[in-house]
Structure formats: structure tokens, C-alpha cells
């Protein structure tokens, strides 16, 4: 039955953002707060990007909660890596063990959102038909979580099974036999290519843009590892809240050309082999901003590929030229180049000849046709900004959110934005979010947000909202500061180059995470500055 209630606030979302969310503010703050979430189960990202290979390409015993030391302790990580089902699995064990599911509505997608100036309240409306109040209205959707679906003529028709990294089926699909299309090389794409070529009966990948891929060389943890994560939890989650990236490191203060050729190359050689992201700041501090020493460790990686792929061919088409190493996000793998060495494994460029329809048996390109029995694509997402304009959420006057980024998104801190009073954006764009280890990420927001109801609740304010200057200002700096960052340098999903007619800009803020903690503290600290707090502005 369709409910009409009133809540201190409304989370939408229970992946990683939204249970600590829930958490936080109901178990510390001690508010009446309801999560709606669009799944039949939690765990958001880890919920729905269930294809096969999806694994974390973070590390384990940093891509955790760290807010509860007895959780940390009691959870045993099986290696590096997670695979999805772990993740869902800790997931799940966070909402038992913190009794979050009896807060949490599932299968419930808020559609819409609306601010009423004189009640001082959001409305809130779903899919089931539920109209409720909340005074906060606090996302927790994710910066990758609307499914980008190509619009690609005939998609359709198709006769086939056509599936999407990004929803992916519960129940397990099996393509023994099959003659399977990959669609998308990022990094959802870069982990189902070598588990779906080790099924079906012929892969076909079509490739637009190669990407930069480094080995993950996933192991399994012995209960010595786990041992030594636990006793060092402490140090390992306050570098966490202190590195540039949210990272346990930091980066080595060493520049590519300050070492002789044959050491750099070893360094490059340590890297390649211990593997994961550290191979872009772990050996040299300048390869994301010297482009001289980017392309250093840019044909180093071009390379291995070289060494790897047997067919020249397939090899050059693999490697990524035009663009710098790091400039989109770096995807890292188990055994993908080494899959094109497979009799079962095509690769086709459809940069060159691009995709010109799907037909009722496969896939056109512009110069050939291929007979697929099913599709999987893997075509990442209107990252950032998509989830939060595909509800209808209406901020003062009825502005809609879609319509006041429609040049691009502005915000204030990535938590507020101007005209949307009491709506909190947890890593919303213009925070660091994805350039930061996401759990590091959500919970700085989730604690900052927390605090700053605290504080209104104790200066009996019921209203909080960023100024149009503050906001301007802010978002001048996050251009800034993305414009001269290598991330500029590229057409990703970073900048929304992935999506036709997005305003390019670069998105996350650029600035690392110690300028931008200072500064969330430093606008607390003041009392709110840049907001306007029940009418009078900070
Ligand atoms: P993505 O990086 O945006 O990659 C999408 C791929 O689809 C790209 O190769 C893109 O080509 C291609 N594509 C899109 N539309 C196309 C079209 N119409 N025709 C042909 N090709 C098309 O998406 P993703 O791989 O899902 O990854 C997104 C992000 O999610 C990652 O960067 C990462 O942050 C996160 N992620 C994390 C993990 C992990 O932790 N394990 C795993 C997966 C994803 P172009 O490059 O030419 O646009």
C-alpha cells in the first residue's frame, strides 16, 4: 500500500553511500529516516553490476567502511581483490549487523522531488505510489549508476538475449555455445572479456577507444595477510583520510626523469608486476602532470601489450594512442590482452568502421556484418550527473535540477547546489568522489552532512542552502583546477564526453583530498559559510 508519511530525512539509495547514511544519521543523530532504493536488495554499484569477472579493482582492506573499528575487525577480506558477491555479501552483513533493513524500502525508485519554500519541507514521491515529507532530502545514488544504453538503431530487434554490465541478470547466464558481441572496452567491458571468451563458443569485442590496462595480479589472502590488515587497520584508515587519492599511500616524491633509463625502467618493471592502480603515482610523482613522463610509462604499458597479443595487429589496435595514460579511468584486469590470443576471440575496431545497426542476427558495422546469438554491452553510464537528473527533484520556484545543469553541473563543496534547499548530494560533482577511494569519499560526506544537521538542529535552523556566489565561485575553482588536470585530456565519462550532447566538464574536482577536506572544515568551522542558513546567509 502506497504510504504518506514525514521524516526528518529521506535517503535515496542503500549501496555503500546509503547505509552509512542511514546509519549515521539514525543511530547517532537519533532521526526518523527512510531509504528508498531501486534494487531488491542492497548494495547499489555492488547490487547491480553483478556480470561475470566484476570484481573491485581497489583493494579490499581500504575499499571498506572505517567508521566502525569492531566491523573492520570481524570482517575477513578472501584477497586483494573482491569479486562482486563479497561485496554484496559485506554489504548485506553491514545492513544486519547494523539492523538497517527495517528503514530501507526496496524496489522503490523515487521518481520525483519537489521543495516546498513554506513548509520547509521535500516531497517525495516513487514508483509504488509513496508520497512522503522529509525536511532533508539526501542522495546517495552514485556517481555510476544510470546505465548508459546506446542508441543504437535496431537494438530492438535483435533476436538474441541482450544484456548490460550495468544491470546485469540475477540468475547466472550461461553462453556455452554462443556466439557472443562485447560492446564497450572500459573497465566493466575489460573484466567480462576474458570470463565470457572462457565460455562461449566465439567473442567478438568491438573496441571504439583501447584503454590503458595494467594487471591486477588478484591473490588470495593467508590468515597471516589478514591478520597483519587487522592489526593495522588504525594507520591504514588515517592515511586514508590523508592521501591525495584516499589511498593508504603516498605517492613516491620522484620524478620520471630524475632517474637513469635502465632504473626507470625497472621501477616500471616493479610496478607492472606488483600490479593495480599504484602503477600510475606508485613509482613516479609526475605522470599525471608531465606529459613527457606520461608518455614514458603510456608506451611502456603499449608495450606489454605488444610482448602479449601474438597478432601484430590485434596488438596495435589494442593500443592506446592519442590520449595520456590516466586520463580516463584506468581499468586493470586479469588475462585481457592475453585473451586476444584466444582461437575464440575477435576484436574489431569499430572506431574505423563504426556501428551502424543491430539486426535481428547480429551486429553491422560500416563495413561488415557479424551473426551474434546474444549482446553484452558494456557501455559505462551518464556518470555524475545522470542519476540525479533522471528524477524529477525541484528545488525553489520549481526549477528542476536537470534544467539548472543543463551548461554542466555547479555545486557548492559537490554537496549542495543553489535554488535545492536541505538537499545534501553525497559525492555529488564538484567533490572529489571518483578520484578518490569512494569509501573515503562517502564517508567524509556522510560525516560532514551529519555534522552540519547537528549544527542547525542546535541553532534551531530547519533550513540550510548554498549561495549563488558560493556556488559560483566554487565551481570556477572545480574548472580550474579541472581544465589544467590530465583529466581534461581525454573524452571519458569523467568530462561526459561518453554521452551524446553532454556539456563537457570535468566533473569530479580535481584538487586531491587534502584541499578539499581543509576547505569542508574550514566552511563548518566558520559557521556555514556560502550557505544561507533560515534566511540569513554565512
Ligand atoms: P566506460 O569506462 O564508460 O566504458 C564504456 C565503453 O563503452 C567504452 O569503451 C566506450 O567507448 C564504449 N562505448 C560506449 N558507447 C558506445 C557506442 N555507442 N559504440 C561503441 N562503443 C561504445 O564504462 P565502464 O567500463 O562500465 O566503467 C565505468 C566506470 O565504472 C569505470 O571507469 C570505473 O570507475 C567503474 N568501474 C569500476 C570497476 C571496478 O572497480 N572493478 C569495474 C567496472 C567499472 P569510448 O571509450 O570510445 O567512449
Same mark, same amino acid.
Given at each position: 500500500?502506497?504510504?504518506?508519511?514525514?521524516?526528518?530525512?529521506?535517503?535515496?539509495?542503500?549501496?555503500?553511500?546509503? &547505509? $552509512?547514511?542511514?546509519?549515521?544519521?539514525?543511530?547517532?543523530?537519533? &532521526?526518523?529516516?527512510?531509504?528508498?532504493?531501486?534494487?531488491?536488495?542492497?548494495? =547499489?554499484?555492488?547490487?547491480?553490476?553483478?556480470?561475470?569477472?566484476?570484481?573491485?579493482?581497489?583493494?579490499?582492506?581500504?575499499?571498506? $567502511?572505517?567508521?566502525?573499528?569492531?566491523?573492520?575487525? #570481524?570482517?575477513?577480506?578472501?584477497?586483494?581483490?573482491? #569479486?562482486?558477491?563479497?561485496?554484496?555479501?559485506?554489504?548485506?552483513?553491514?545492513?544486519?549487523?547494523? %539492523?538497517?533493513?527495517?528503514?530501507?524500502?526496496?524496489?522503490?525508485?523515487?521518481?520525483?522531488?519537489?521543495?516546498?519554500?513554506?513548509?520547509?519541507?521535500?516531497?517525495?514521491?516513487?514508483?509504488?505510489?509513496?508520497?512522503?515529507?522529509?525536511?532533508?532530502?539526501?542522495?546517495?545514488?552514485?556517481?555510476?549508476?544510470?546505465?548508459?544504453?546506446?542508441?543504437?538503431?535496431?537494438?530492438?530487434?535483435?533476436?538474441?538475449?541482450?544484456? *548490460?554490465?550495468?544491470?546485469?541478470?540475477?540468475?547466472?547466464? @550461461?553462453?556455452?555455445?554462443?556466439?557472443? =558481441?562485447?560492446?564497450?572496452?572500459?573497465?566493466?567491458?575489460?573484466?567480462?572479456?576474458?570470463?565470457?571468451?572462457?565460455?562461449?563458443?566465439?567473442?567478438?569485442?568491438?573496441?571504439?577507444?583501447?584503454?590503458?590496462?595494467?594487471?591486477?595480479?588478484?591473490?588470495?589472502?593467508?590468515?597471516?595477510?589478514?591478520?597483519?590488515?587487522?592489526?593495522?587497520?588504525?594507520?591504514?584508515?588515517?592515511?586514508?583520510?590523508?592521501? *591525495?587519492?584516499?589511498?593508504?599511500?603516498?605517492?613516491?616524491?620522484?620524478?620520471?626523469?630524475?632517474?637513469?633509463?635502465?632504473?626507470?625502467?625497472?621501477?616500471?618493471?616493479?610496478?607492472?608486476?606488483?600490479?593495480?592502480?599504484?602503477?600510475?603515482?606508485?613509482?613516479?610523482?609526475?605522470?599525471?602532470?608531465?606529459?613527457?613522463?606520461?608518455?614514458?610509462?603510456?608506451?611502456?604499458?603499449?608495450?606489454?601489450?605488444?610482448?602479449?597479443?601474438?597478432?601484430?595487429?590485434?596488438?596495435? &589496435?589494442?593500443?592506446?594512442?592519442?590520449?595520456?595514460?590516466?586520463?580516463?579511468?584506468?581499468?586493470?584486469?586479469?588475462?585481457?590482452? %592475453?585473451?586476444?590470443?584466444?582461437?575464440?576471440?575477435?576484436?574489431?575496431?569499430?572506431?574505423?568502421?563504426?556501428?551502424?545497426?543491430?539486426?535481428?542476427?547480429?551486429?553491422?558495422?560500416?563495413?561488415?556484418?557479424? #551473426?551474434?546469438?546474444?549482446?553484452?554491452?558494456?557501455? =559505462?553510464?551518464?556518470?555524475?550527473?545522470?542519476? &540525479?537528473?533522471?528524477?524529477?527533484?525541484?528545488?525553489?520556484?520549481?526549477?528542476?535540477?536537470? @534544467?539548472?545543469?543543463?551548461?554542466?553541473?555547479?555545486?557548492?563543496?559537490?554537496? !549542495?547546489?543553489?535554488?535545492?534547499?536541505?538537499?545534501?548530494?553525497?559525492?555529488?560533482?564538484?567533490?572529489?568522489?571518483?578520484?578518490?577511494?569512494?569509501?573515503?569519499?562517502?564517508? !567524509?560526506?556522510?560525516?560532514?552532512?551529519?555534522?552540519?544537521?547537528?549544527?542547525?538542529?542546535?541553532?534551531?535552523?530547519?533550513?540550510? #542552502?548554498?549561495?549563488?556566489?558560493?556556488?559560483?565561485?566554487?565551481?570556477?575553482?572545480?574548472?580550474?583546477?579541472?581544465?589544467?588536470?590530465?583529466?581534461?585530456?581525454?573524452?571519458?565519462?569523467?568530462?561526459?564526453?561518453?554521452?551524446?550532447?553532454?556539456?563537457?566538464?570535468?566533473?569530479?574536482?580535481? =584538487?586531491? !583530498?587534502?584541499?578539499?577536506?581543509?576547505?569542508?572544515?574550514?566552511?563548518?568551522?566558520?559557521?556555514?559559510?556560502?550557505?544561507?542558513?533560515?534566511?540569513?546567509?554565512?
Amino acid at each position: 500500500m502506497a504510504e504518506e508519511y514525514d521524516f526528518d530525512v529521506v535517503v535515496v539509495g542503500a549501496g555503500f553511500a546509503g &547505509l $552509512y547514511a542511514l546509519h549515521k544519521f539514525r543511530d547517532e543523530l537519533h &532521526l526518523n529516516v527512510r531509504v528508498y532504493e531501486a534494487g531488491d536488495g542492497v548494495g =547499489g554499484t555492488w547490487f547491480w553490476n553483478r556480470y561475470p569477472g566484476a570484481r573491485c579493482d581497489s583493494e579490499s582492506y581500504y575499499y571498506c $567502511y572505517s567508521f566502525s573499528p569492531e566491523l573492520a575487525q #570481524e570482517w575477513e577480506w578472501s584477497g586483494r581483490y573482491p #569479486e562482486q558477491p563479497e561485496i554484496e555479501r559485506y554489504l548485506n552483513h553491514v545492513a544486519d549487523r547494523f %539492523e538497517l533493513r527495517r528503514d530501507i524500502q526496496l524496489s522503490t525508485r523515487v521518481t520525483a522531488a519537489a521543495f516546498d519554500d513554506e513548509a520547509t519541507r521535500w516531497t517525495i514521491r516513487t514508483d509504488r505510489g509513496d508520497t512522503v515529507t522529509a525536511r532533508f532530502l539526501v542522495t546517495a545514488v552514485g556517481c555510476l549508476s544510470a546505465p548508459n544504453v546506446p542508441d543504437i538503431p535496431g537494438l530492438d530487434d535483435f533476436a538474441g538475449d541482450v544484456y *548490460f554490465t550495468a544491470k546485469w541478470p540475477r540468475e547466472p547466464v @550461461d553462453f556455452t555455445g554462443q556466439r557472443v =558481441g562485447l560492446v564497450g572496452t572500459g573497465s566493466s567491458g575489460i573484466q567480462a572479456t576474458p570470463e565470457i571468451a572462457a565460455q562461449a563458443a566465439h567473442l567478438t569485442v568491438f573496441q571504439r577507444t583501447p584503454n590503458f590496462s595494467i594487471p591486477a595480479r588478484h591473490k588470495a589472502f593467508l590468515s597471516e595477510d589478514q591478520a597483519k590488515i587487522k592489526d593495522g587497520y588504525d594507520e591504514i584508515f588515517a592515511l586514508t583520510r590523508e592521501s *591525495f587519492a584516499g589511498f593508504p599511500f603516498h605517492p613516491v616524491d620522484r620524478k620520471t626523469m630524475s632517474v637513469p633509463e635502465d632504473e626507470r625502467q625497472a621501477i616500471l618493471d616493479g610496478l607492472w608486476e606488483e600490479g593495480g592502480f599504484k602503477f600510475l603515482w606508485g613509482g613516479f610523482v609526475d605522470l599525471t602532470r608531465d606529459p613527457e613522463a606520461n608518455e614514458i610509462a603510456s608506451e611502456y604499458i603499449r608495450n606489454k601489450i605488444r610482448e602479449t597479443v601474438k597478432d601484430p595487429e590485434t596488438a596495435e &589496435l589494442l593500443c592506446p594512442k592519442g590520449y595520456p595514460y590516466g586520463a580516463k579511468r584506468p581499468p586493470i584486469d586479469t588475462d585481457y590482452y %592475453e585473451t586476444f590470443n584466444r582461437d575464440n576471440v575477435t576484436l574489431v575496431d569499430v572506431s574505423a568502421a563504426p556501428i551502424e545497426a543491430i539486426t535481428p542476427t547480429g551486429l553491422r558495422t560500416m563495413t561488415a556484418e557479424y #551473426e551474434l546469438d546474444a549482446l553484452v554491452f558494456a557501455t =559505462g553510464f551518464d556518470a555524475m550527473t545522470g542519476a &540525479l537528473t533522471r528524477m524529477d527533484i525541484r528545488g525553489t520556484g520549481g526549477v528542476a535540477l536537470a @534544467d539548472a545543469w543543463s551548461d554542466g553541473p555547479r555545486t557548492y563543496l559537490g554537496l !549542495q547546489v543553489a535554488g535545492f534547499p536541505n538537499l545534501f548530494t553525497i559525492t555529488g560533482p564538484g567533490s572529489p568522489s571518483v578520484l578518490l577511494n569512494m569509501p573515503v569519499a562517502i564517508e !567524509q560526506h556522510v560525516d560532514w552532512i551529519a555534522e552540519c544537521i547537528e549544527y542547525l538542529r542546535e541553532h534551531g535552523c530547519s533550513r540550510i #542552502e548554498a549561495t549563488e556566489a558560493a556556488q559560483e565561485a566554487w565551481a570556477e575553482h572545480v574548472a580550474e583546477v579541472g581544465e589544467a588536470s590530465l583529466f581534461a585530456r581525454a573524452n571519458s565519462w569523467y568530462v561526459g564526453a561518453n554521452i551524446p550532447g553532454k556539456p563537457r566538464v570535468v566533473m569530479p574536482y580535481a =584538487g586531491g !583530498q587534502p584541499m578539499y577536506r581543509e576547505r569542508c572544515e574550514a566552511v563548518r568551522d566558520a559557521g556555514y559559510e556560502g550557505f544561507v542558513l533560515d534566511g540569513a546567509a554565512r
